[in-house]
């Protein structure tokens, strides 16, 4: 031990991330290792004997990043099913499940609305309005399947339900670490923000959003190989898993469009010569988008009752509801509830003297609550527009030209194929663009969305993952949803034992430090798609004839080159200090 001091990486905010570099890039000499290029993971790494070296070789067979993290997402989700093992041992009963925070849609709606019993509802029947599931189709498709294996008049069906969903669950994950990892390439370590975050322990069998997880993954997968039919159909089944996934398809859409009319055609440059319409990202961008939004419409067709697919039942149920449980626009009914008494102490009096006029605010109706949420939609688009796509400029355009009998792919990237080159730019634009876009997106419509349960927070990993955002931020936000996962059981308690549960004034507090974290989480999307156009700069004028660059060019600003390079001799950083 020499004692001397290596000044760990920090990032400036804006400045571009080591994650933002195209995942098909070799810096010529190792792996990207989060342990050497993450502050806090390479933090943390001595645990394991310190961060990677700059030798590192890439791992092959079993040890590759998505095997390991498919094998470790096992381990996380298996914490999950010890976490709600009170219940599964002694049932989901009201108000114990509560008080043990192991409350789980699961076992709980499978009992209430008939699924094991003799007089079992047909599959149009569950799933429409008044069938008792209420899940978005594809979630009580999946259900009624899973229903169906089970013996519903066997002692402990209920478990044994819950136990088969969990194993289904556990490989929906599976799928979508691989699927995750496969998109980020030589990044692929950095699927670990989907297969080890806390949040799957938390809310992982709280219901069924790990379906929508999945499928997501693997959409924005087909995206990057350049499959968009596959892609959006894949997301168009997200949809009807999850709604709120819909707007990554919005924001495909969108960064498509914006890149069609951001080159003038008639300039005298190679690159802006190319058509619009002839961009393949361009064209898959909007193939997409409207294959979602069409599978989505059908998905409903079929499985709900209806030629419209209850869209109209949908839309009036969402007008005239009251928010739910997790919203901001619980908020004034939470200060209404939690006024405190001005005779208890000296605090209550001042409180009252100061902000009477907040806790004098009465409950949202679900009228006025949807005209807030679309006003705050429209302002939240118009500042994601602004911060985003009409502040950075898209990527180098790329297109096929005719030259003499060979067809010809312009890139960014030189490449001896066309095919391999077109699959690596649409990849890197999925994982520079349209995840840090849509993770800020997502991000923002949850916080300003009617009701925010406790598993929404899910559909953020794979976008997080494919963002490349630090270990920093992701445990900020996972803390903000651990504690807010606590405090939602214990305050819905307190309506049947109020002694013992949550007051609304706590519950006040957590949700909000909830919404906070996710509103974190988007900021930084926001901050990683600013960055990315720095990168781009930073390539534009360098000749890259091997298809490789120094670590010198990856680097960010706010990485020092011999953190990151380290003694190539010695196989160790260099001193700083």
């Known amino acids: 031990?020499?004692?001397?001091?290596?000044?760990?990486?920090?990032?400036?905010?804006?400045s571009p991330r080591w994650s933002q570099t195209a995942a098909d890039i070799d810096d010529g000499e190792g792996v990207y290792a989060p342990s050497r290029l993450d502050p806090l993971v390479r933090s943390a790494s001595p645990v394991i004997g310190g961060p990677a070296g700059r030798r590192l070789a890439s791992a092959g067979g079993f040890w590759r990043a998505g095997t390991v993290l498919v094998v470790l997402s096992a381990v996380v989700f298996g914490l999950g099913?010890?976490?709600k093992q009170h219940c599964r041992a002694d049932g989901?009963?009201?108000?114990?499940?509560?008080?043990?925070?192991?409350?789980?849609?699961?076992?709980?709606?499978?009992?209430?609305?008939?699924?094991?019993?003799?007089?079992?509802?047909?599959?149009?029947?569950?799933?429409?309005?008044?069938?008792?599931?209420?899940?978005s189709p594809l979630a009580g498709l999946m259900m009624w399947v899973t229903s169906g294996l089970i013996d519903g008049d066997a002692a402990g069906a209920n478990r044994s339900f819950f136990d088969l969903t969990a194993l289904l669950l556990a490989a929906l994950l599976a799928v979508a670490v691989a699927a995750t990892a496969f998109t980020l390439g030589r990044r692929g370590w950095d699927a670990s923000h989907l297969a080890l975050s806390p949040v799957i322990v938390t809310a992982g069998l709280i219901s069924y959003q790990l379906l929508a997880v999945a499928l997501v993954a693997v959409a924005l997968f087909a995206l990057s190989r350049s499959r968009?039919?596959?892609?959006g159909l894949l997301l168009g089944l997200g949809i009807a898993a999850a709604p709120q996934v819909a707007v990554i398809a919005l924001v495909v859409a969108v960064l498509s469009l914006w890149r069609s009319h951001s080159y003038d055609p008639e300039s005298d440059s190679e690159e802006a010569a190319i058509e619009a319409g002839r961009d393949p990202r361009a064209l898959a961008g909007v193939t997409f988008a409207g294959s979602a939004v069409i599978a989505w419409l059908l998905?409903?067709?079929?499985?709900?009752?209806?030629?419209?697919?209850?869209?109209?039942?949908?839309w009036d149920a969402w007008r005239q509801g009251s928010p739910g449980y997790g919203s901001l626009w619980l908020v004034p009914q939470l200060l209404g509830a939690s006024e405190p008494d001005p005779a208890s102490s000296w605090g209550g009096r001042a409180a009252q003297l100061f902000f009477g006029w907040l806790f004098g605010a009465d409950a949202l109706s679900g009228t006025a609550t949807s005209v807030l949420v679309v006003i705050a939609m429209i302002v939240v688009t118009a500042l994601l527009l602004r911060l985003t796509v009409a502040r950075v400029a898209p990527l180098a355009p790329i297109g096929t030209a005719r030259t003499g009998d060979d067809d010809q792919t312009f890139t960014g990237l030189p490449s001896s194929k066309p095919s391999s080159a077109l699959s690596s730019t649409m990849a890197d634009w999925v994982i520079r663009r349209v995840a840090p876009a849509s993770l800020a997106a997502l991000a923002f419509l949850l916080?300003?969305?009617?009701?925010?349960?406790?598993q929404a927070s899910l559909l953020l990993l794979p976008l997080m993952a494919l963002t490349g955002l630090r270990w920093r931020d992701h445990l900020i936000w996972a803390a903000?949803?651990?504690?807010?996962?606590?405090?939602?059981?214990?305050?819905?308690?307190?309506?049947?034992?109020?002694?013992?549960?949550?007051?609304?004034?706590?519950?006040?507090?957590?949700?909000l430090a909830r919404l906070a974290g996710i509103t974190w989480v988007g900021i930084q999307g926001i901050l990683v798609y600013g960055?990315?156009?720095?990168?781009?700069?930073?390539?534009?004028?360098?000749?890259?004839?091997?298809?490789?660059?120094?670590?010198?060019?990856?680097?960010?600003?706010?990485?020092?080159?011999?953190?990151?390079?380290?003694?190539?001799?010695?196989?160790?950083?260099?001193?700083?200090?």
């Open 92 to 135: 989901w009963s009201s108000p114990d499940q509560f008080w043990h925070a192991c409350y789980s849609d699961i076992p709980v709606v499978y009992a209430s609305s008939g699924l094991g019993g003799a007089e079992r509802l047909g599959l149009t029947a569950s799933l429409g309005s008044g069938g008792g599931l209420g899940q």
């Open 447 to 454: 916080v300003i969305s009617k009701s925010l349960p406790a």
């Open 1 to 14: 031990m020499s004692g001397r001091r290596v000044r760990q990486p920090s990032v400036r905010p804006g």
């Open 228 to 231: 968009a039919l596959a892609g």
């Open 480 to 511: 903000t949803e651990a504690v807010y996962f606590v405090g939602i059981w214990l305050y819905i308690a307190a309506e049947t034992t109020s002694n013992r549960g949550l007051p609304a004034q706590f519950y006040l507090i957590m949700l």
């Open 299 to 314: 998905v409903r067709v079929v499985l709900l009752p209806g030629v419209s697919g209850q869209l109209g039942t949908t």
């Open 531 to 577: 960055g990315s156009q720095a990168v781009d700069e930073s390539f534009r004028d360098q000749a890259v004839p091997t298809g490789s660059i120094g670590i010198e060019e990856i680097s960010s600003p706010g990485l020092d080159e011999g953190t990151l390079r380290g003694d190539r001799e010695a196989g160790t950083p260099h001193s700083l200090g």
């Open 81 to 83: 099913i010890v976490q």
